[in-house]
């Protein structure tokens, strides 16, 4: 029996993961324990959780695997600053100290770490490096449903590559070829992330959904001066433009003299046109660059199963396109494609390439759903719902499940607590709030009300497999919301010559379809296909809300407010259900109303969390 402890860290999103003789056994983000979103520190909390999930102690663990190279890392920095130098000497300043007193001897930091979980671990060649967009590269294909695939890793920067190209075959993977730094397409779409003023490795996505609200008239001043671009989706960066290779900010003043605007100030500034034709603008060229990528890899290598990893294949609008064009038969994109679930990918890595390990099940998609983080018991949940003084009511599962469909139905906001925590961004069902998507008020409400966050916000629905084909324009599966599809031209609604006629923010409050709660501005929608068999409970409500409404779509978003971490545990979900305006909240068999709680339990949880 063969257990492999994968470990991400000091960068963002720390994780750790654990499988046993090349299975997914568990897998979790730090930032759930902790509850300071996309935490960097050594993931404590995450490895312990894996290791009593599995029943193990550290000792049992054969090998650990770390998913970068600290030395190729600082090797980099230290030619970049070379390479840029004078310019940059005060970032330099700042970094060095930290990199040469903990970095550069991440070995002995690690097992430092390692024995604050077991005294006796005392074993240091047990600690094995990975490399950075390998881990990316091996979370994407060895969980895939492909015996043989092409590998697309995109992201900010691992040590040198920031896009790397791999084919998978068997147990067997190897990377063809690599961009390097300081040529990414994740930092110049953090670039821009910056320069409208959203925070960078954490607000990407809200440049995403706010592209819709804009025109791309940017894109050739884009592709003109910032980026060259070839036929085939390589490109180099003009860094005349940028300030991330050796400054403190992604861009400078030549950049925004190029765009006639300083960075949006993010506590200062409203969001305008002009961000939102900006927003439209990257992405488009983001879309461009990912489907020539594409393209010209089917061409050169002629496989028909593509998987993504890496930040960058969170940008789920860009995926969607890849789908619509049918470049390759199949897609398959790793739920924790950023770096998360480069711990996961550093484990498998090791299982099969270094020890030359088959893979099993093949043919099917082994991240069982992404439910791999904390599961509680009914008694563990009652335990807790005692001690806090909570007002509850202990259902059978069919009960419970009509009763919360009802309700969803009559317009309530529903936190929804059960099985395992998912690994990734997204809350898949089991950490989510629920709504109508019917509904052409609910966007607005579980924006401003349940997640404080801004209204342009789009939300996902989550439809029964068997009925994505009737509602969206989708005919594939979408288990991890990574597919961005548009709205079945039969369930969109006309929009008077009136409404034609407005643009930007205005467009927000448009009914545009019979569900208009999970249909963005542009018609589209960011697609969670359900299954019975990877989560019945969720699947079961979803029925039978269409059982109510003849509607087999549910809103879902995850179980959080802005800035806060997705809950971990039901002391978390509470907390954010008496802080916010969530109607009713089931964790477990457990049946919660807002209006039946102790007034003195709720809190003030606006201010609990630094905003995002």
């Known amino acids: 029996m063969t257990y492999i402890l994968g470990i991400s860290a000091f960068y963002h999103d720390s994780a750790a993961s654990l499988i046993k003789d090349g299975e997914i056994i568990a897998a979790a983000q730090e930032e759930r324990f902790t509850r300071k979103k996309h935490d960097s520190g050594y993931p404590k909390n995450a ?8 029943k193990i102690n550290l000792s049992q663990v054969n090998h650990i695997v770390f998913y970068e190279k600290p030395f190729l890392k600082f090797e980099r920095l230290l030619e970049t600053y070379v390479a840029f130098a004078p310019k940059g000497f005060s970032s330099f300043a700042k970094a060095m100290p930290i990199w040469l007193r903990e ?3 991440q070995k002995k930091l690690i097992l430092d770490y390692l024995k604050s979980h077991d005294n006796n671990f005392k074993d240091e060649n047990k600690i094995l490096f990975s490399e950075h967009h390998l881990s990316h590269a091996a979370s994407a294909f ?7 695939a092409i590998i697309l890793t995109a992201d900010g920067v691992g040590e040198w590559a920031t896009t790397t190209v791999a084919i998978g075959n068997g147990d067997k993977l190897e990377i063809k070829k690599e961009l390097h730094f300081p040529h990414s397409l994740g930092l110049l779409y953090s670039a821009f992330t910056y320069y409208t003023g959203f925070k960078v490795n954490s607000g990407e996505y809200k440049l995403m959904g706010l592209a819709p609200y804009g025109k791309p008239i940017y894109v050739d001043q884009i592709i003109n001066n910032l980026i060259d671009l070839k036929e085939d989706g390589t490109f180099i960066l003009n860094q005349k433009y940028f300030n991330y290779s050796t400054g403190l900010t992604m861009t400078n003043d030549k950049f925004d003299k190029l765009f006639n605007n300083p960075p949006r100030k993010p506590d200062k500034d409203k969001i305008t046109q002009f961000h939102m034709d900006i927003a439209a603008s990257i992405q488009n060229v983001t879309e461009k660059i990912m489907l020539r990528l594409a393209k010209s890899l089917k061409e050169e290598y002629k496989l028909n199963n593509l998987c993504l990893a890496g930040g960058v294949a969170l940008n789920c609008v860009a995926n969607g396109k890849i789908l619509k064009e049918k470049i390759f038969e199949n897609i398959w994109v790793q739920p924790a494609a950023g770096d998360a679930g480069g711990s996961l990918g550093a484990a498998l890595a090791f299982w099969h390439i270094d020890l030359n390990q088959k893979r099993k099940n093949v043919f099917k998609d082994n991240m069982q759903g992404a439910y791999l983080g904390n599961f509680f018991s009914n008694d563990e949940i009652k335990k807790t719902l005692d001690e806090i003084g909570a007002e509850f009511i202990k259902k059978d599962e069919d009960e419970l499940i009509e009763k919360t469909a009802l309700e969803i139905s009559n317009g309530k906001a529903v936190g929804w607590f059960q099985g395992r925590m998912e690994f990734g961004p997204r809350a898949l ?24 966050r801004e209204s342009f916000r789009p939300f996902a629905p989550s439809v029964l497999k068997e009925d994505v084909s009737n509602w969206f324009e989708l005919n594939t599966d979408s288990p991890y919301m990574l597919f961005v599809s548009n709205i079945k031209k039969e369930k969109t609604l006309d929009m008077t010559d009136e409404q034609k006629k407005l643009f930007g923010i205005d467009l927000l409050n448009i009914k545009r ?13 960011r697609i969670q296909t359900v299954y019975q068999n990877t989560n019945e409970r969720y699947y079961k409500l979803i029925k039978k809300f269409k059982e109510i409404t003849n509607c087999p779509v549910l809103i879902n978003t995850s179980f959080n407010i802005r800035g806060e971490p997705i809950v971990n545990t039901p002391q978390d979900a509470f ?17 919660l109303e807002k209006d039946k709680q102790n007034e003195n339990l709720k809190r003030d949880y606006k201010k609990q969390f630094e905003l995002d």
């Not at 060895?142 to 043989?148: M, R």
């Not at 802080?579 to 477990?588: A, K, R, S």
């Open 429 to 452: 069902g089991n950490r989510s709030i629920l709504g109508d998507p019917r509904s052409d008020k609910m966007q607005k409400n579980l924006n401003l009300k349940v997640k404080y």
């Open 103 to 105: 970095k550069l001897f």
């Open 513 to 525: 379809s019979e569900i208009p709660a999970v249909t963005h501005v542009d018609y589209s929608a």
């Open 575 to 591: 907390n954010c259900f008496m802080g916010t305006d969530l109607d009713i909240l089931v964790i477990g068999d457990y049946y």
């Open 142 to 148: 060895y969980p895939s449903p492909f015996e043989e």
């Open 47 to 54: 490895v312990n959780f894996v290791l009593n999930f599995a």
